[in-house]
């Protein structure tokens, strides 16, 4: 009885040794467990920037036409084989106004 209580008691502290100092053991978990914690947080951040450019990607490839016409109105530009005409409008003086500038530049010699 007293040889099978000592190899028990020899098993237990292997068992506890391989428990606290092994492969497996508490501080190998807890190291891991922080560079998971560590590589989620990464990931995490890599999962932000790649939705962000899936829709900036997005907005481009349906956002041509936006493009097209800022392109057009802001910078003028246009397509090959195509006439591009402008318009100006210029403001007339009212007839009134004329007509006291002519009466005027008569009565000033």
Do not use: C
Not at 60 to 88: C, F, H, N, S, W
Request: net charge negative; charged share 20%; no cysteine.
């Amino acid at each position: 009885m007293r040889v099978a209580t000592i190899v028990l008691l020899a098993l237990l502290a292997v068992v506890h040794a391989e428990l606290w100092f092994g492969k497996g053991g508490v501080p190998r978990v807890m190291s891991l467990r922080a560079q998971v914690q560590h590589q989620q947080k990464l990931n995490d951040q890599a999962q932000a920037v790649n939705e962000q450019l899936v829709a900036e990607v997005r907005d481009l490839q349906e956002g041509l036409e936006m493009v097209e016409e800022k392109a057009r109105t802001e910078l003028g530009m246009i397509k090959p084989d195509e006439i591009y005409v402008q318009l100006t409008t210029t403001k007339q003086p009212p007839a009134s106004a004329s007509a006291n500038a002519g009466e005027a530049s008569a009565a000033a010699p």
